[in-house]
């Protein structure tokens, strides 16, 4: 599949801000074998006085960006083409929970996939007894890794409610998981707490999603927005799965890629630092457009 990204996101502030520097991860991952960019556009404005290009531990791609002058806002503009390779078909050979204890025992590598960065606890996420009971009363404790992740993950969804108004990025998860409702964050904060309580590896994957509009309705440009699910490792016949508790279903070519972490600290789309007083405005908009055959 392929698809037309764009993004825009601006940010205005109470009072001009003197200086900022900001780190934006929002260029969906090129990996040759999941997906791959075969086009990429990143506009910040006001023009910056130093720009650069790294990738971070996890191998997400990001751009740093100072400015050294007054300025009331700042806007990213992000735009690309991204081709998603579909998925082998889903089977399961993962170990069981016993036997996935055994394997990590024997896990030395700590390198950006090692699964031992996502076992305990993370910036954002800290062990809850109330998240962890329900993890056990959803799952087979006999049954396969793999099949632990998405039972929790159907358990989850159909637990919660999808609800925008409900928290807002800096919500706890146990305060959204005690309400029973919020947005893809919160669903996949939960699930990795979750499944974490369970002993599987698990951690928090930020990307784009394509949304499909009722029959007979028209695509509403911009209606789509920055989503997130779960990678989980299932041992080391399995690897990592992806799983969206928000929509019940194994990640797909619906699901684009931009960064993975340990939770959304690792990979929020922009985190920085400016020098200014007074409050700020945000705004952000996401297109995701199929491209058609031969366009």
Same mark, same amino acid.
């Given at each position: 599949?392929? +698809?037309?990204?764009?993004?825009?996101?601006?940010?205005? +502030?109470?009072?001009? #801000?003197?200086? @900022?520097?900001?780190?934006? $991860?929002?260029?969906?991952?090129?990996?040759?074998?999941?997906?791959?960019?075969?086009?990429?556009?990143? &506009?910040?404005?006001?023009?910056?006085?130093?720009?650069?290009?790294?990738?971070?531990?996890?191998?997400? $791609?990001?751009?740093?960006?100072?400015?050294?002058? #007054?300025?009331?806002?700042?806007? !990213?503009?992000?735009?690309? $083409?991204?081709?998603?390779? #579909?998925?082998?078909?889903?089977?399961?050979?993962?170990?069981?929970?016993?036997?996935?204890? %055994?394997?990590?025992?024997?896990?030395?590598?700590? %390198?950006?996939?090692?699964?031992?960065?996502?076992?305990?606890?993370?910036?954002?996420?800290?062990?809850?007894?109330?998240?962890?009971?329900?993890?056990?009363?959803?799952?087979?404790?006999?049954?396969s890794t793999a099949g632990q992740v998405i039972q929790l993950g159907q358990a989850l969804h159909s637990a919660?409610?999808?609800?925008?108004? #409900?928290?807002?990025?800096?919500?706890?998860?146990?305060?959204?998981?005690?309400?029973? /409702?919020?947005?893809?964050?919160?669903?996949?904060? !939960?699930?990795?707490?979750?499944?974490?309580?369970?002993?599987?590896?698990?951690?928090?994957?930020?990307?784009?999603?394509? =949304?499909?509009?009722?029959? /007979?309705?028209p695509r509403l440009e911009g209606a789509d927005a920055m989503h997130a699910w779960v990678r989980a490792w299932? /041992?080391? @016949?399995?690897?990592?799965? &992806?799983?969206?508790?928000?929509?019940? =279903?194994?990640?797909?070519?619906?699901?684009?890629?931009?960064?993975?972490?340990?939770?959304?600290?690792?990979?929020?789309?922009?985190?920085?630092?400016?020098?200014?007083?007074?409050?700020?405005?945000?705004?952000? @908009?996401?297109?995701?457009?199929?491209v058609e055959p031969g366009q």
């Amino acid at each position: 599949m392929i +698809y037309d990204i764009r993004l825009r996101i601006l940010h205005r +502030y109470q009072q001009p #801000a003197g200086v @900022s520097r900001h780190m934006v $991860r929002v260029l969906p991952r090129s990996d040759g074998k999941m997906q791959r960019l075969t086009a990429q556009l990143i &506009e910040i404005l006001p023009l910056p006085n130093e720009r650069f290009e790294i990738a971070d531990f996890f191998s997400n $791609r990001v751009t740093s960006a100072a400015h050294f002058f #007054a300025h009331k806002e700042m806007e !990213i503009r992000m735009s690309c $083409r991204v081709e998603v390779y #579909a998925p082998p078909e889903f089977t399961d050979t993962s170990a069981s929970t016993a036997d996935l204890a %055994g394997e990590l025992a024997g896990v030395v590598d700590m %390198g950006p996939e090692s699964p031992m960065h996502f076992l305990g606890p993370s910036p954002l996420l800290l062990a809850s007894s109330e998240i962890e009971a329900f993890a056990h009363a959803s799952v087979d404790p006999f049954g396969s890794t793999a099949g632990q992740v998405i039972q929790l993950g159907q358990a989850l969804h159909s637990a919660m409610r999808f609800d925008a108004q #409900a928290t807002t990025v800096e919500t706890d998860p146990l305060d959204a998981f005690r309400q029973r /409702g919020g947005v893809c964050q919160d669903f996949s904060h !939960i699930m990795i707490l979750g499944l974490r309580a369970l002993g599987i590896p698990a951690g928090y994957v930020s990307g784009y999603l394509r =949304t499909l509009p009722p029959p /007979g309705a028209p695509r509403l440009e911009g209606a789509d927005a920055m989503h997130a699910w779960v990678r989980a490792w299932c /041992g080391a @016949s399995q690897g990592w799965i &992806e799983y969206d508790p928000t929509n019940a =279903t194994l990640a797909s070519t619906d699901h684009i890629v931009v960064g993975y972490g340990r939770d959304y600290s690792d990979v929020s789309p922009v985190i920085g630092n400016l020098r200014s007083s007074g409050g700020q405005k945000n705004e952000q @908009s996401v297109d995701v457009k199929p491209v058609e055959p031969g366009q």
